[in-house]
C-alpha cells in the first residue's frame, strides 16, 4: 500500500512498546534471575556470549541491534534484556519440583558461560512457583526453605496467589522468592515473577546512591562549619580583610559545586527508582497475611531511611549552595561599596590636581604672555633705533612705549586663542 514516509523512528518505537513483555509460565516453574551492572564499552561482548551460548543449543542468535531476546534451549529457557544501567538474564524451567530451592535453573547453566559474562551482579534471585496446598503451609515451614531467616509476604493480586520473601542474600550467592498459586493465569504468573525481580532490581539501583550519599555528607557538614566561621568573620572584618575573605568564600562555593555536579545524577536516579518500587509493589495489590509483614512495610521500612539519607545531602547542597551565594554577594557588596570610596577619593584627589593644573596654567599662560612680549618690544625698539640711525626721524622710545600695550594684548589673545585650539581638539 502506498503511503507516506515513515519516521526513522517509528518501528524501532512501535518496537518498544512490545518489548519486555512478561514470560508465560505454567505453574510449577522455576526461575533464576542475574542483573549485572554493566559498562556501555561491553555491549559487543555481550552480544558475543549471548551468540555463544544460542550456537551452544543450535538456536538462532539474536540480531545485534536487539535489546531483548527470548529463546527456548531445551533444558531451560532464558529472556536476556538490556537495560539502561544493566544486563539482565532470566532462566526458566517448568517441572515439578520437591524443594523450591534446592536444584534452581541456574544449575543448569553453563558453568563456564556464566563466569566469562562481562559486568558485575547486582542482583541474583531464584523465584519458584508452585500450587497453594489445601492445607495452608505454616510459616515456621515455609522458614525452611530460607535458611529460618524472618520472612515476609502476602497475598497479592486482590488474593490470587501468596507471595513469600526474606530479602536476604543466601550462600549461593541468591536471594529467594516463593510464590504459591491459588487461581493464576499463565501471564499473571509471568507479570507477578517480572514485577518481584523488577521490584529487587530497582531497590538494588536505588541503593547505590546511599554510599555516594554517605560519602558526600562529611564534606557538606565540613563546609557549613566553614561557612558559619567565615560569616561570624565578616562581621568584625576590616575593609583591607575582605579581599581574602571572598578568596575564602569563593573556594567555599566551588567545594560545593562539585559535590552537587558529582552527585546530583545519582540521586535523581535514586529518585526515579524510588518512584518504579512503589509503582511495582502497588501493583502487586499486597493484601496482609496475619503474623507478617507485607513486601510494601518492609520496603518502606529498609528503603526509606536511604532514600531520606540522599534526600538531606540534597537538601543540604542546595542550602549550602544559598547561603554562599547570599554571603557571596553581601561581601561582594561590601568590597564595591569600599572601591567605589576609593574610587570617590581618587576622583576627588584628580579634581584638585586638575585645579592645581589649570591654576599653574595660567601662570604659565601670564608669564608667556610678558615674556613674548618682551621680547617682541625689545625687537620694535632695536628696529626704530635701526630706523632712526638711517636718517629716518622717528622717536625709539615713543614706538616702544607705543607698542608695548599692542603687543601684551595681542600675544594674551594668542596665547588663549591656542589653548581654546588644544581644548577642542582634545574633546
Request: glycine share 4%.
Amino acid at each position: 500500500m502506498a503511503t507516506a514516509v515513515n519516521h526513522p523512528q517509528r518501528f524501532a518505537l512501535n518496537y518498544e512498546l512490545h518489548a519486555r513483555l512478561p514470560e508465560t509460565l505454567n505453574i510449577p516453574e522455576q526461575a533464576s534471575y542475574l542483573a549485572l551492572a554493566t559498562d556501555p564499552a561491553n555491549r559487543e561482548a555481550e552480544y558475543e556470549r549471548l551468540v555463544e551460548l544460542c550456537t551452544r543449543y543450535g538456536v538462532p542468535p539474536p540480531a545485534p541491534d536487539v535489546n531483548h531476546f527470548q529463546a527456548d534451549l531445551g533444558t531451560f529457557r532464558i529472556k536476556w534484556e538490556r537495560r539502561t544501567e544493566c544486563n539482565s538474564y532470566t532462566f526458566f524451567r517448568q517441572g515439578e519440583f520437591d524443594d523450591p530451592f534446592a536444584r534452581p535453573v541456574i544449575a543448569s547453566v553453563p558453568p563456564d558461560w556464566l563466569e566469562s559474562l562481562p559486568g558485575q551482579v547486582l542482583v541474583a534471585a531464584h523465584v519458584a512457583l508452585r500450587k497453594a496446598p489445601r492445607k495452608a503451609t505454616g510459616n515456621e515451614e515455609l522458614a525452611t526453605y530460607f535458611e529460618g531467616n524472618p520472612l515476609v509476604g502476602s497475598r497479592v493480586g486482590d488474593g490470587v496467589a501468596s507471595v513469600w520473601a526474606d530479602f536476604r542474600i543466601h550462600a549461593d550467592g541468591y536471594s529467594r522468592f516463593l510464590i504459591e498459586d491459588f487461581s493464576l493465569t499463565p501471564r499473571q504468573a509471568g507479570r507477578m515473577v517480572q514485577r518481584l525481580l523488577e521490584i529487587e532490581t530497582y531497590l538494588m539501583r536505588a541503593l547505590l546512591t546511599l554510599p555516594v550519599a554517605r560519602a558526600t555528607m562529611p564534606v557538606l557538614v565540613d563546609v557549613d562549619q566553614r561557612l558559619a566561621a567565615l560569616i561570624n568573620e565578616m562581621v568584625e572584618a576590616r575593609s583591607e580583610d575582605e579581599p581574602a575573605l571572598l578568596d575564602r568564600l569563593t573556594k567555599l562555593a566551588a567545594v560545593v559545586e562539585s559535590t552537587i555536579s558529582s552527585t546530583l545524577g545519582r540521586i535523581c536516579a535514586a529518585r526515579a527508582y524510588h518512584e518504579l518500587v512503589d509503582r511495582r509493589i502497588v501493583e502487586l495489590r499486597e493484601v496482609r497475611v496475619e503474623g507478617l509483614s507485607p513486601l510494601r512495610e518492609f520496603v518502606e521500612r529498609r528503603l526509606m531511611p536511604a532514600m531520606n539519607t540522599c534526600e538531606t545531602v540534597a537538601r543540604l547542597q542546595d542550602s549550602l549552595s544559598e547561603r554562599v551565594g547570599r554571603a557571596s554577594e553581601l561581601l561582594r557588596t561590601r568590597v564595591d561599596i569600599a572601591m567605589q570610596r576609593q574610587n570617590q577619593a581618587l576622583l576627588s584627589a584628580t579634581a584638585r590636581r586638575a585645579r592645581l593644573q589649570l591654576r599653574l596654567q595660567e601662570t604659565v599662560e601670564g608669564l608667556s604672555v610678558a615674556a613674548v612680549s618682551y621680547y617682541v618690544v625689545g625687537l620694535i625698539a632695536y628696529i626704530t633705533k635701526a630706523i632712526k640711525a638711517a636718517g629716518v626721524d622717528v622717536n625709539p622710545d615713543v614706538v616702544t612705549g607705543v607698542a608695548i600695550p599692542i603687543v601684551v594684548i595681542s600675544a594674551a589673545m594668542g596665547v588663549r586663542h591656542i589653548r581654546r585650539v588644544v581644548q577642542r581638539a582634545a574633546m
